[in-house]
């Protein structure tokens, strides 16, 4: 039986925490709501190091207000799953401790973010990069698990994280799916049972389309075989998708030693997002 983790709540008592540690720390940034593929970062950064911390916080600056109120928020559950997996202990501040009166710095990562501006999307990454460089200065982390889920943001830490020289290592973790393909996120749980046999189409279609671009076919073949694949699923309805070199946001070139296939997708009411990583050849 694994012990309770401990809940911190300021960011001063989890420095405290940090600094009287022997040994290594791995450290696991969440919004809570965890699934298996926060389980799986959670145990890589417990094999991986003497401890694993978590933190959940559902980062005001990146969501919209209504995507903020509607967050769901079980501190208990998430806490359990966390011990579970490997965290000594859970760092869950509010929003109050995290931005106090006065706050204002953020992050630009200029030529990114410009190749963001297609999704309209900055803002929320800016979100995102406030609080990830916030975490790391509090939890002061040697090691830090984030997901392939979610490549634009992985791919804006590792630059921010490079630029600063912070000293922390960043591992990147494989997307962990379901038997049919599906990429877990919280937000399969709110979708209806037809939802949830639909979605599967999204990552069928990212396939389909790594398998024409092996084939020899131009990207923009490939993202017509993306499309096709997708229109023969009556609730998906595509609303963005792109085939890029991860590290710049631009579009791939063959040769790459990297492409990424990304898709934004409604499935009725609920938008998810998934992608593959592969050469282009
Ligand atoms: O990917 C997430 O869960 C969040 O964007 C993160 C990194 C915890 C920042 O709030």
Known sequence: MKRKPAIIRSP?????????????????????ALHEGHVSLIKRAS???????????????????????????????????????????????????????????HIVLPRLFAALKRQNLEWHYRGVLQVVMKLLQIVLPD?????????????????????????VVIRRCSTVRGRDGLARSSRNALLTPGERA??????????????????????????????????????ARLEYAEIID????????RGAREALAYAAVWIGEKRLADNIRFRLK
Not at 17 to 32: D, E, M
Not at 61 to 80: I, S, V
Not at 151 to 163: C, F, K, S, T
């Open 47 to 105: 094999r991986e190091n003497d401890v694993a911390v978590v933190s959940v916080f559902v980062n005001p600056l990146q969501f919209t207000p209504e995507g903020f109120r509607k967050y769901p928020r079980n501190l208990a559950a998430d806490a359990k799953l966390a011990a579970a997996a490997g965290a000594s202990a859970i760092f869950a501040p509010s929003a109050e401790q995290m931005y106090p009166a006065g706050f204002q710095s």
């Open 143 to 167: 090691r830090v698990y984030f997901g392939l889920k979610d490549p634009h943001q992985l791919a804006l830490i590792e630059r921010m994280a490079a630029d600063f020289n912070l000293p």
């Open 246 to 253: 991860p590290s710049t946001f631009l579009p791939a070139r």
């Open 12 to 32: 001063e008592a989890m420095g405290r925490w940090s600094a009287g540690l022997k040994g290594t720390l791995g450290f696991v940034p969440t919004l809570g």
């Open 198 to 235: 639909a979605a599967p189409v999204i990552y069928r279609a990212l396939c389909a389309a790594k398998k024409a671009l092996h084939e020899g076919k131009t990207p923009a073949r490939a993202m017509r075989v993306l499309e096709k694949t997708l229109a023969a699923v009556p609730l």
